[in-house]
Every structure is written in structure tokens, then in C-alpha cells.
Nanobody
Framework: QVQFVESGGALVHPGGSLRLSCEVSRSILGLLIMGWYRQAPGKQRDLVARITSGGSTTYVDSVKGRFTISRDSAKNTVYLQMNSLKPEDTAVYYC??????????WGQGTQVTVSS
């Protein structure tokens, strides 16, 4: 079964930037669509960005223009570049298959906190 290891989260000020990484335990060439999800305290986990094997990307409106998802098949890694961060971006971020996540594959996530 595929496994995901997320990293790169941190405490940043509003307006700051972070780049999250997701290392995948197997080649991602065959994984058609990868996504980044986030879960804020007391809320459900939501898909915020996804990328196809061909490089097409989709974002939820709240992050459009600020976040960029990318994938490096040679490194089996998916990235999420986050710019102009806002307090409402505070959450644990996860990567997984998309739009239907693998329910038994969730990693530990990486905490992003945006606060002054």
C-alpha cells in the first residue's frame, strides 16, 4: 500500500510563505491524481489542491492564486508552495490520492500555523 510522509510545516506570520513536501513510498508515475488536504481544528479534512499526472491543477477558491501544487516524478514527491498565508490557512496538511483519498494511507501530516 502506498504511504505518504509530509514535511515542511512551521509557524509563520501572515503574509509569509512555506513549501510543503510529500514523499510517496512508491513511484507516482502511476498515480493519476495527487492532492493536498488540510484539516483545521474542529473541522473536517478538505481537499485544497490537486494535480494530475499530466500536470493539470485544480484549487479551491480560498487558496487560488496563493498556493501552487507540483509533482516531481523522479523524486516521488509532491509539493505545495503556499504564499500570502493567512491565519485561516492554519491546519494540519496531508497529501493523498485525489479526489478519492486512500483511507488507510494517511500520513501524520504537517502542521502549518499562521499567526502574528
Amino acid at each position: 500500500q502506498v504511504q505518504f510522509v509530509e514535511s515542511g510545516g512551521a509557524l509563520v506570520h501572515p503574509g509569509g510563505s512555506l513549501r510543503l513536501s510529500c514523499e510517496v513510498s512508491r513511484s507516482i508515475l502511476g498515480l493519476l491524481i495527487m492532492g493536498w488536504y488540510r484539516q483545521a481544528p474542529g473541522k473536517q479534512r478538505d481537499l485544497v489542491a490537486r494535480i494530475t499526472s499530466g500536470g493539470s491543477t485544480t484549487y479551491v477558491d480560498s487558496v487560488k492564486g496563493r498556493f501552487t501544487i507540483s509533482r516531481d516524478s523522479a523524486k516521488n514527491t509532491v509539493y505545495l508552495q503556499m504564499n500570502s498565508l493567512k491565519p485561516e490557512d492554519t491546519a494540519v496538511y496531508y497529501c493523498n490520492l485525489a479526489p478519492s483519498a486512500c483511507s488507510t494511507c494517511w500520513g501524520q501530516g504537517t502542521q502549518v500555523t499562521v499567526s502574528s
